[in-house]
């Protein structure tokens, strides 16, 4: 059906490999607005996203929403765009928009989605928690495949961008991954959330040649940069957590490769409405260029609680459960659990060491990610007020 969309150097019929030497987004709708469907409007990822992109003019939106009524889910995107928005710029963007309550993970929910018009998808909505195991798979994987059916009888779609993980590469890589090496069939993941967006793009490359897609796969998300954590405080809360209870991972000389929640919305805004791509997957990360050193961060912190960095205890993610009193004491005995195994879980990824190249990228003209400790204060100021628990009630 969308064959035309694709250059003849990159036709399915014409490569075995799935990246191609060119991918560009041939419109038979010159002229006309683009109609975007995008689903995770009320996510972080997808706030940041439609707060970026309400730059464009020529856009028009459909957003589908879980609510009581069209009247409900539109309040409901309303609230949680003005995380990123003042009030008439969020009634500006909302002025464009179709917002549609609908449940995509049921089938009414996606018959009811209007794709009459539609020019481009960006699929956001995920179940993102490192903890979570109920409901991600049918989630992150059934959801996307039924999606991808519905998709199917779009006529005007010229592009459908899927926003995956970089972290589907296990618990295993290189210390430099590049976008070709993955998905891996033998991959062991840390979590399930990684193993089902994993599968759901080998999938969505496999069952649905005829549809025009692009994968994203962001690296780890912590806050915005000008924000800070004030729309939202996921992972962030684990920095503050450690700096709590006085633990830094052995891994204290490796880099994070992190990257804030507008950056990744500029980069999503060109992969989404650039005319021609070069490759039809790419990482949104850091690179080496800025990754950022967990020591530093962590004597930043040190720095401003005005502590010494010495009174820290360095351990590796199998010890952490020899420090449950510290935690217990500093989060109570009823989070203390959970907190305890979600940074068991995050410094295993901190101990990865790992970085996701960002040459495609920078190659179609984006500049570097802002640094962690460009932005770092800003993230403190904004959790002043919150407790950390507070901030962790997204992931456990």
Known sequence: MHEERLTSEDSPATHGAWEGAAYAAVSRYEGRRKRVLLTGATGFLGGAFLAHARAHDDLEWVLPARGASDADARERVARRLSRFLGEAEVARVLARAQVVCADLMTRDGLARLPLEGVTHV??????????????????????TRA??????????????????TAMICGGRPSETVVEDSYPDADAEHLVPYTASKAAAEAM??????ELPLVVVRPSIVIGHSTLGCAPSGSIFWVVRALER???????ACAGLDVVPADYVALALDHLTFSRSLRHRTYHISAGR???????????????ARVEPLEDFTIIASADVKKHKHRIVEAFGATNGRRVQMALGL??????????????????????PAPKLLDYLDVCLAASAHLSIAEQADDEI
């Not at 960006?122 to 959801?143: D, P």
């Not at 209870?245 to 891994?251: H, T």
Request: proline share 3%.
């Open 245 to 251: 209870v006085r633990l830094l991972s052995g891994a």
């Open 289 to 303: 260029e800025s990754a950022t050193s967990i020591r530093e961060t962590a004597a930043r912190i040190a720095a």
């Open 204 to 209: 969505l490359r496999q069952d649905f040649p």
């Open 122 to 143: 960006v699929h956001l909505a995920a179940n993102t928690s490192f903890i979570a195991k109920k409901g991600v798979w049918e989630m992150n994987y059934e959801g």
């Open 147 to 164: 999606l991808a059916e519905r998709l199917r009888d779009a006529p005007a779609l010229e592009r459908f961008v899927y926003v995956g």
């Open 346 to 367: 995050y410094l295993r990824f901190c101990e990865l060491n790992v970085c996701f190249d960002n040459a495609r990228l920078r190659a179609e003209g984006l500049p």
